[in-house]
């Protein structure tokens, strides 16, 4: 006799089921890019793929090789090719339970679509998802680490069978002031409250980014504008804590880049790209601060119904 208690989907890794493609413009580059979502055997991870040079470069934290304004990575052997604003992509995959997908692009930067994960989610919706036979693993934090810089702390401590977050942002422009979110990292939480929160800036911050060969792609379609009090979106945000869920979406991507899920609970405060890379970082270079885990129990195996079943 068998008793069918858990469902396959917590414990086993995920791919698409099929590939799925786009094409959009780099925030930074404002290059037209093709981008494709391609399925991957068990325990590939994450892949940037660079058809136009042939290489890959993993999604790993020790990859990363720039934080200004986005989360670059560089190939580990070939440092001058990169890929950069990855945290979108890792944030979708993550909050929604891919596992091994190869992310195809054929230039330096992936597109940045409407400025949220919510493109990137419904790309996913459209390839659907299969389980894999493997086990999914998750690095379960086993004591506190902490990183900080003028001002701005992350940290991650020990806590419950999942990734639980709480952020606060503090900006003095009244647009956006301080806010706060606190979310346990489920499917249904990313889905409903960080996939579509947008990216955002200043307007007197333009004229010097794009100088400086950044942000050729920005525009009211894919980024919040912040002029003082004043949001110039015509149609305004999508939340009135759009700045803090995009932050939080943000460290959802750039925690990602771990390699496997994170089982503990984010604590930050201002903190962006670069300092949730230290985080990662500091983290994993203390082999007493974690602990690999497989998230199916010992005796439990797939069954032809598709569920974890444990055998009597």
Not at 84 to 99: C, P
Not at 104 to 124: N, Q
Not at 189 to 217: C, D, H, K, N, Y
């Amino acid at each position: 006799m068998t008793d069918l208690l858990i469902d396959v989907s917590a414990t086993r890794q995920h791919t698409l089921k099929s590939r799925i493609d786009c094409v959009g413009v780099g925030l930074h580059s404002g290059a037209k890019v093709a981008m494709s979502l391609l399925p991957a055997p068990a325990d590939t991870g994450i892949v940037f793929r660079r058809t136009d040079v042939g290489a890959d470069i993993p999604a790993r934290h020790d990859l990363v090789s720039e934080t200004r304004l986005c989360t670059q990575l560089s190939h580990p052997d070939r440092r001058d090719v990169h890929v950069r604003t990855v945290e979108h992509v890792m944030a979708a995959l993550a909050g929604t339970g891919i596992d091994n997908v190869v992310v195809a692009v054929d230039g330096p930067e992936l597109p940045i679509l409407d400025g949220s994960a919510g493109p990137i989610v419904f790309l996913i919706d459209c390839a659907g998802r299969v389980a894999q036979a493997a086990p999914r693993q998750a690095i379960e934090v086993l004591k506190t680490v902490q990183v900080s810089h003028d001002g701005a702390s992350a940290e991650l401590r020990p806590g419950g069978p999942t990734l639980d977050l709480a952020l606060t942002i503090d900006f003095p422009s009244a647009a956006i002031g301080r806010q706060a979110l606190s979310l346990s990292l489920t499917e249904q939480g990313f889905r409903a409250s960080l996939a579509t929160a947008r990216t955002f800036t200043w307007v007197q911050e333009i004229e010097a980014m794009q100088q400086a060969g950044l942000a050729r792609g920005g525009s009211l379609k894919n980024a919040i504008v912040v002029d003082g009090e004043r949001v110039l979106n015509p149609e305004g945000l999508r939340a009135p804590n759009e700045f803090v869920r995009h932050k939080m979406l943000d460290a959802v991507g750039d925690l990602a880049l771990a390699g496997a899920r994170i089982h503990g609970r984010f604590v930050a405060h201002r903190t962006g790209h670069a300092l949730n890379n230290r985080l990662l970082r500091a983290l994993l270079a203390d082999k007493s601060a974690w602990r690999m885990v497989s998230l199916e129990p010992a005796g439990w195996s797939q069954s032809q119904y598709g569920v974890a079943a444990k055998a009597a």
